[in-house]
Protein backbone atom coordinates (compact mmCIF):
# COMPACT_ATOMS: atom_id res chain seq x y z
CA UNK A 1 0.00 0.00 0.00
CA UNK A 2 1.42 3.57 -0.74
CA UNK A 3 2.22 5.95 1.62
CA UNK A 4 -0.98 8.67 2.15
CA UNK A 5 1.21 11.29 1.25
CA UNK A 6 4.05 11.35 -1.05
CA UNK A 7 6.37 14.45 -2.04
CA UNK A 8 9.31 13.90 -4.08
CA UNK A 9 11.79 16.85 -4.95
CA UNK A 10 9.72 19.68 -4.16
CA UNK A 11 10.25 23.12 -5.28
CA UNK A 12 8.25 26.03 -5.49
CA UNK A 13 9.02 29.68 -6.09
CA UNK A 14 7.50 32.95 -5.90
CA UNK A 15 9.58 35.42 -8.47
CA UNK A 16 12.93 35.21 -7.49
CA UNK A 17 11.81 34.19 -3.98
CA UNK A 18 12.24 29.54 -3.26
CA UNK A 19 9.86 28.93 -1.09
CA UNK A 20 10.58 25.20 -1.08
CA UNK A 21 13.52 23.57 -2.28
CA UNK A 22 13.95 20.01 -3.23
CA UNK A 23 11.70 18.71 -0.19
CA UNK A 24 10.83 15.03 -0.62
CA UNK A 25 8.93 13.27 2.39
CA UNK A 26 6.17 10.40 2.94
CA UNK A 27 3.28 10.38 5.51
CA UNK A 28 1.98 7.07 6.31
CA UNK A 29 -1.20 6.41 7.39
CA UNK A 30 -2.76 7.14 10.85
CA UNK A 31 -0.31 9.19 12.41
CA UNK A 32 0.33 12.15 13.52
CA UNK A 33 3.11 14.40 11.25
CA UNK A 34 4.48 17.72 12.87
CA UNK A 35 5.58 20.10 10.37
CA UNK A 36 7.78 22.65 12.73
CA UNK A 37 9.42 25.64 11.59
CA UNK A 38 9.77 29.42 12.44
CA UNK A 39 8.08 32.24 10.21
CA UNK A 40 8.89 32.26 6.54
CA UNK A 41 9.85 28.39 6.78
CA UNK A 42 7.91 27.11 4.19
CA UNK A 43 5.32 25.49 6.33
CA UNK A 44 2.22 27.23 5.01
CA UNK A 45 3.05 27.13 1.43
CA UNK A 46 3.61 23.09 1.79
CA UNK A 47 0.22 22.78 2.87
CA UNK A 48 -1.05 24.35 0.48
CA UNK A 49 0.19 22.20 -2.25
CA UNK A 50 -1.09 19.83 -0.80
CA UNK A 51 -4.22 20.96 -0.98
CA UNK A 52 -4.17 22.09 -4.16
CA UNK A 53 -4.47 25.69 -3.29
CA UNK A 54 -0.65 25.84 -4.86
CA UNK A 55 0.83 24.41 -8.00
CA UNK A 56 5.05 23.20 -7.02
CA UNK A 57 7.43 24.90 -9.34
CA UNK A 58 8.71 21.56 -9.47
CA UNK A 59 8.36 17.97 -8.22
CA UNK A 60 5.72 15.67 -7.67
CA UNK A 61 3.07 15.29 -5.07
CA UNK A 62 0.78 12.04 -4.63
CA UNK A 63 -2.18 11.96 -2.39
CA UNK A 64 -3.86 8.32 -1.32
CA UNK A 65 -1.78 6.88 -4.08
CA UNK A 66 -2.64 9.08 -7.09
CA UNK A 67 -0.96 12.47 -7.85
CA UNK A 68 -2.26 15.33 -6.63
CA UNK A 69 -4.40 17.25 -7.20
CA UNK A 70 -7.52 15.38 -8.36
CA UNK A 71 -11.27 15.64 -7.93
CA UNK A 72 -11.90 14.46 -5.35
CA UNK A 73 -9.40 15.64 -3.16
CA UNK A 74 -11.82 18.10 -1.57
CA UNK A 75 -14.00 15.15 0.36
CA UNK A 76 -10.55 12.79 1.61
CA UNK A 77 -9.18 15.91 3.29
CA UNK A 78 -9.99 18.35 6.09
CA UNK A 79 -7.56 21.75 5.95
CA UNK A 80 -7.64 24.41 8.40
CA UNK A 81 -5.67 27.49 7.78
CA UNK A 82 -3.82 29.66 9.63
CA UNK A 83 -5.74 32.62 9.34
CA UNK A 84 -9.71 31.76 9.86
CA UNK A 85 -12.19 31.31 6.68
CA UNK A 86 -15.02 31.97 8.85
CA UNK A 87 -18.29 33.80 7.62
CA UNK A 88 -18.43 36.65 10.60
CA UNK A 89 -22.26 37.66 10.00
CA UNK A 90 -23.33 33.99 9.80
CA UNK A 91 -23.90 31.74 13.23
CA UNK A 92 -22.13 28.80 14.22
CA UNK A 93 -24.55 26.63 12.88
CA UNK A 94 -25.18 28.51 9.20
CA UNK A 95 -21.46 28.50 9.30
CA UNK A 96 -21.60 24.62 9.60
CA UNK A 97 -24.35 24.28 6.96
CA UNK A 98 -22.36 26.13 4.27
CA UNK A 99 -19.13 23.67 4.69
CA UNK A 100 -21.49 20.76 4.65
CA UNK A 101 -23.20 22.13 1.67
CA UNK A 102 -19.37 22.25 0.21
CA UNK A 103 -18.46 18.79 1.48
CA UNK A 104 -22.16 17.76 -0.48
CA UNK A 105 -23.39 16.59 3.26
CA UNK A 106 -27.10 16.92 3.33
CA UNK A 107 -30.28 15.35 4.96
CA UNK A 108 -29.91 13.39 8.30
CA UNK A 109 -26.33 12.64 8.13
CA UNK A 110 -25.44 16.57 7.72
CA UNK A 111 -27.43 17.38 10.76
CA UNK A 112 -25.99 14.47 12.84
CA UNK A 113 -22.60 15.02 11.87
CA UNK A 114 -23.20 19.03 12.63
CA UNK A 115 -24.56 17.83 16.10
CA UNK A 116 -21.74 15.56 16.54
CA UNK A 117 -18.69 18.49 15.79
CA UNK A 118 -20.27 20.81 17.69
CA UNK A 119 -20.12 18.01 20.68
CA UNK A 120 -16.53 17.45 20.04
CA UNK A 121 -15.63 21.31 19.92
CA UNK A 122 -17.88 22.15 22.74
CA UNK A 123 -19.98 24.88 21.35
CA UNK A 124 -22.99 22.95 21.05
CA UNK A 125 -24.53 25.91 23.61
CA UNK A 126 -23.04 28.88 20.87
CA UNK A 127 -24.89 27.06 18.03
CA UNK A 128 -27.42 30.06 17.40
CA UNK A 129 -24.20 32.91 17.91
CA UNK A 130 -23.11 35.10 15.27
CA UNK A 131 -19.64 34.56 15.03
CA UNK A 132 -18.60 37.88 15.03
CA UNK A 133 -19.66 37.55 18.87
CA UNK A 134 -17.34 34.63 19.32
CA UNK A 135 -13.94 35.46 21.29
CA UNK A 136 -10.63 33.93 19.42
CA UNK A 137 -10.58 30.81 20.76
CA UNK A 138 -14.20 30.05 20.73
CA UNK A 139 -13.53 30.86 16.66
CA UNK A 140 -10.61 28.07 16.65
CA UNK A 141 -12.40 25.68 17.69
CA UNK A 142 -15.36 26.57 14.85
CA UNK A 143 -12.61 26.74 12.30
CA UNK A 144 -11.16 23.53 13.73
CA UNK A 145 -15.07 22.12 13.25
CA UNK A 146 -15.98 23.25 10.06
CA UNK A 147 -12.49 20.79 8.94
CA UNK A 148 -13.64 17.96 10.61
CA UNK A 149 -17.43 18.00 9.38
CA UNK A 150 -17.27 15.18 6.72
CA UNK A 151 -14.63 13.49 8.68
CA UNK A 152 -11.72 13.58 6.31
CA UNK A 153 -9.23 11.14 5.97
CA UNK A 154 -6.56 13.59 6.17
CA UNK A 155 -6.47 16.47 8.21
CA UNK A 156 -4.40 19.62 6.89
CA UNK A 157 -3.54 21.97 10.36
CA UNK A 158 -2.10 25.53 9.66
CA UNK A 159 -0.92 27.07 13.03
CA UNK A 160 -4.14 25.55 14.99
CA UNK A 161 -2.51 26.75 18.37
CA UNK A 162 -1.08 30.19 17.50
CA UNK A 163 -2.36 32.79 20.12
CA UNK A 164 -4.56 30.47 21.68
CA UNK A 165 -4.64 29.74 25.86
CA UNK A 166 -2.86 27.11 27.30
CA UNK A 167 -6.58 25.45 28.38
CA UNK A 168 -7.49 25.51 24.77
CA UNK A 169 -4.30 23.77 23.34
CA UNK A 170 -4.65 21.16 25.87
CA UNK A 171 -7.84 20.81 24.56
CA UNK A 172 -7.00 20.64 20.79
CA UNK A 173 -4.46 18.56 21.59
CA UNK A 174 -6.65 15.81 23.03
CA UNK A 175 -9.10 16.38 19.88
CA UNK A 176 -6.42 15.41 17.34
CA UNK A 177 -5.09 12.18 19.73
CA UNK A 178 -9.17 10.88 19.86
CA UNK A 179 -9.14 11.89 15.86
CA UNK A 180 -5.22 9.95 15.27
CA UNK A 181 -6.69 7.29 17.40
CA UNK A 182 -9.62 6.53 15.20
CA UNK A 183 -7.56 6.37 12.17
CA UNK A 184 -7.02 10.16 11.34
CA UNK A 185 -3.85 11.13 9.62
CA UNK A 186 -3.24 14.36 10.58
CA UNK A 187 -0.27 16.84 9.37
CA UNK A 188 -0.11 20.07 11.91
CA UNK A 189 2.34 22.60 11.24
CA UNK A 190 3.49 24.30 14.52
CA UNK A 191 6.35 26.50 15.49
CA UNK A 192 5.89 25.38 19.54
CA UNK A 193 8.31 22.42 20.38
CA UNK A 194 6.68 21.09 22.88
CA UNK A 195 3.98 19.99 20.70
CA UNK A 196 6.26 18.53 18.41
CA UNK A 197 6.93 16.09 21.39
CA UNK A 198 3.09 14.93 20.67
CA UNK A 199 3.41 13.91 17.07
CA UNK A 200 4.96 10.41 15.77
CA UNK A 201 6.79 12.00 12.77
CA UNK A 202 8.24 15.80 12.59
CA UNK A 203 10.45 17.21 10.00
CA UNK A 204 12.18 20.65 10.66
CA UNK A 205 12.28 23.33 8.18
CA UNK A 206 14.58 26.23 7.63
CA UNK A 207 14.23 28.09 4.77
CA UNK A 208 12.29 25.97 2.67
CA UNK A 209 15.08 23.03 3.58
CA UNK A 210 14.73 19.69 5.60
CA UNK A 211 16.78 20.58 8.70
CA UNK A 212 15.77 16.72 10.29
CA UNK A 213 13.09 14.11 9.58
CA UNK A 214 12.23 10.93 11.54
CA UNK A 215 10.91 10.90 15.21
CA UNK A 216 10.83 13.28 18.27
CA UNK A 217 13.31 10.27 20.15
CA UNK A 218 15.19 10.19 16.83
CA UNK A 219 16.25 13.82 16.24
CA UNK A 220 17.39 13.70 19.83
CA UNK A 221 19.47 11.02 19.28
CA UNK A 222 20.74 12.36 16.23
CA UNK A 223 21.80 15.83 17.92
CA UNK A 224 22.68 14.71 21.01
CA UNK A 225 20.38 17.07 22.69
CA UNK A 226 17.79 17.22 26.01
CA UNK A 227 15.13 19.13 23.47
CA UNK A 228 13.41 19.64 20.10
CA UNK A 229 14.27 23.53 20.63
CA UNK A 230 17.61 22.92 21.04
CA UNK A 231 18.12 20.11 18.49
CA UNK A 232 16.40 23.02 16.23
CA UNK A 233 18.87 25.64 17.24
CA UNK A 234 21.71 23.45 17.01
CA UNK A 235 20.53 22.13 13.19
CA UNK A 236 19.55 25.71 12.62
CA UNK A 237 23.06 26.41 13.15
CA UNK A 238 24.64 23.68 11.28
CA UNK A 239 23.01 24.18 8.14
CA UNK A 240 24.08 28.45 8.11
CA UNK A 241 27.38 27.43 8.88
CA UNK A 242 27.07 25.06 5.67
CA UNK A 243 25.79 27.85 3.13
Same mark, same amino acid.
Given at each position: ?????????????????????????????????????????????????????????????S?????????????????????????????????????????????????????N????????E??? $??? !?? /? @??????? +?? =? %???? &??????????E??????????Y???????????????????????????????????????????? $??S !?? /? @??????? +?? =? %???? &?????????
Amino acid at each position: MPELVEVENLTKKFGHLVALSGLSLCISRGITFGLVGPNGSGKTTLIRILCGLLRPSSGKVSLFGRPAPFPEMRQLIGYMPQLESLYLDLTVEENLLFFASLYGLKGKERKQRISNILELVELEERRK $SKV !EH /L @SGGLRQR +LS =L %ACAL &LHSPELLLLDEPTVGVDPELRYSFWGYFSQLAENGSTILISTHYLDEANRCQRVLMLRTGRILAEG $SPS !EI /L @SNTGEEN +LE =L %AFLK &LSQEAKNVV
